[in-house]
């Protein structure tokens, strides 16, 4: 299993999804986008995983490289490649598929609890997490689903919290964040203004440090069932392999 990584900040990696990767076997290639590493052809891979970054969707002025992600996102989940977004990478997953990113009303920052829809219960991949799940939140962002996506969960403030999109799958909320990077995250300047902002560094850090562990089990169960699902199982794979 080959897996393309979109970085968009080196503290952003993977986290719990990159160890769950490599117990399988996996071999990973890290592009860091905002660092200029050239994208390469999605086509050569099993999946896509695509992480966070305190940009905005929108800022194709400020980052062009934004706009070539978005269409190498675009062609790669219309040709049902496997794809996993997390916070900047599910907002990228919805733009690239026609839908609109914005502000939301104010940050959403903290350890709170995430709910799963009808829809999410039934899914074979969010079928891993209970009803109502701690998650780390940590954004100003939020999005409208695309044309034909599925609602998986929500929360009062940012009702998209995730979806699915044939074999694309993007959550705007952390379950793969160890305390360690959490504590890295408040060095980012817009990271470190949204929690001025709101419930302050103390309050985070003590949230993060209680609920750690049961986030990172909840988010290798929900990334080990979309290997076994969506990965293996995506006609794009089976083809690909077939060639």
Known sequence: MDVLVLQHIACEPPGVYEDVLRERGATLTRVEVDAGDELPDWREFSAIVAMGGPMSANDDSAHPWLRGEKELIADAVRASMPFWGVCLGVQLLAASLGARVYAGAEPEVGVLPVELTEEGRRDPVFSALPPS?????????TFDLPPGAVRLAGSPAYPNQAFRFDHAYGVQFHL???????????????????????IGSETMLRAVDERVDEMLDHGRALFERWL????????????????
């Open 176 to 198: 793969e964040v160890s305390s360690g990077m959490a504590r890295e995250w408040m060095d980012v300047p817009e990271y470190a203004t949204a929690l001025e902002q709101t």
């Open 133 to 141: 799940v701690p998650a780390l939140q940590w954004h100003g962002d």
């Open 228 to 243: 076994d699902f969506v990965v293996r199982t995506s006609p794009f794979n089976a083809v690909r392999l077939e060639a």
